[in-house]
């Protein structure tokens, strides 16, 4: 742990507060024409997701927690979640569900992630801007079906449901934004 003044904060980083990892979502520095400067932040529990707003006199020091990056490669899925293997390493490590939230929408086998690692606990994970997943379920296109905008539902190889154009069919291969979960184009 390293002890950083209040001062100094970043969007992204993550604080030890009260037993508990919170990320720092925003945060703006406050200089009153009265009294003391203080920054007031909006911080997000890595834990349970819950977002707080917590306000820390100028100059104040908070602990910040040492999140260790790791670039893994998603392998399988098992009964309980799914199984990674650390690039550097080698080592496999089986990651539940509940721990990659919406992640596990967009990793197929093969695909790369960075899990975002606090000792051997998983706080959360980054994926590209975009992945390439294939249609696997979608009604079929017709004929004269060129209506500019119009959109049907499809499945993806993740078993993920989004919006895509009227002309792509099944076994297409698309690009999905992982950051809104929409449709970008085909790959």
């Known amino acids: 742990m ?3 003044s209040t001062n100094e904060l970043k969007n992204g980083w993550t604080l030890l507060l009260d037993g508990n990892l919170m990320q720092v979502i925003e945060f703006q520095h406050v200089k009153p024409g009265k ?3 203080f920054v007031r932040s909006k911080l997000k529990n890595t ?5 707080v707003e917590k306000t820390f006199r100028a100059g104040e020091t908070v602990e910040r927690a040492n999140i260790d990056k790791r670039e893994m490669q998603y392998l399988y899925r098992d ?5 990674f293997m650390d690039n550097e390493t ?3 490590i089986s990651v539940a569900s509940e721990t990659l939230g919406d992640t596990a929408n967009y990793v197929v086998e093969g695909s790369s992630a960075v899990l975002l690692m606090y000792g051997d606990e998983i706080v959360s994970t980054e994926l590209t801007a975009s992945v390439e997943l294939v249609i696997t379920e ?6 004269g079906d060129r209506v500019s905008g119009a959109t049907k539902p499809a499945t993806l190889e993740t078993g993920l449901t989004i919006q895509v154009p009227l002309f792509l069919e099944i ?3 698309i690009k999905v ?5 929409s449709y970008i184009s085909r790959a």
Request: charged share 20%.
């Open 177 to 181: 934004d992982t950051r809104s979960g």
């Open 171 to 173: 076994g297409e291969t």
């Open 90 to 92: 080698y080592e496999q």
């Open 2 to 4: 390293v002890a950083v």
């Open 79 to 83: 009964g309980e979640g799914f199984v």
């Open 47 to 51: 834990r349970t997701g819950a977002v």
């Open 35 to 37: 009294g003391p400067a």
């Open 138 to 143: 979608t009604e079929p296109g017709m004929q």
